[in-house]
């Protein structure tokens, strides 16, 4: 990418835009002298079992082995959608009902 492409597309000009583009130049020059490692985690006693966890991989075995999962990192469950067909009209205001919107409550 061009500097002066990568200056249109974050939308800079005038000496922001170049103090930027020296700024970024920098950073890239850096990129190659260290490897970017994140550490490990913390020790921390584990809540079903009470045991001492200290790394990573134990922190996933414990989790994969009583069947956990961090929050957050949960996998969304889709909601059922209403019949649009027949009852439409009804599936709606319910939806309002229960939502306590004004005027539907």
Do not use: C
Not at 9 to 31: C, P
Request: net charge positive; aromatic share 6%.
């Amino acid at each position: 990418m061009t500097k002066q492409e990568w200056l249109e597309m974050w939308r800079l000009s005038g000496e922001e835009g170049e103090r930027a583009w020296e700024e970024k130049q920098r950073m890239a020059e850096r990129v190659g002298v260290a490897p970017m490692i994140a550490p490990d985690i913390q020790p921390y006693r584990a809540t079903v079992t009470g045991e001492l966890i200290g790394s990573r991989s134990a922190h996933r075995e414990y989790l994969k082995r009583h069947d956990l999962v961090e929050v957050g990192n949960e996998k969304p469950t889709p909601r059922p959608l209403p019949d649009v067909k027949e009852g439409r009209r009804e599936a709606i205001i319910e939806t309002l009902r229960r939502h306590k919107v004004r005027g539907f409550a």
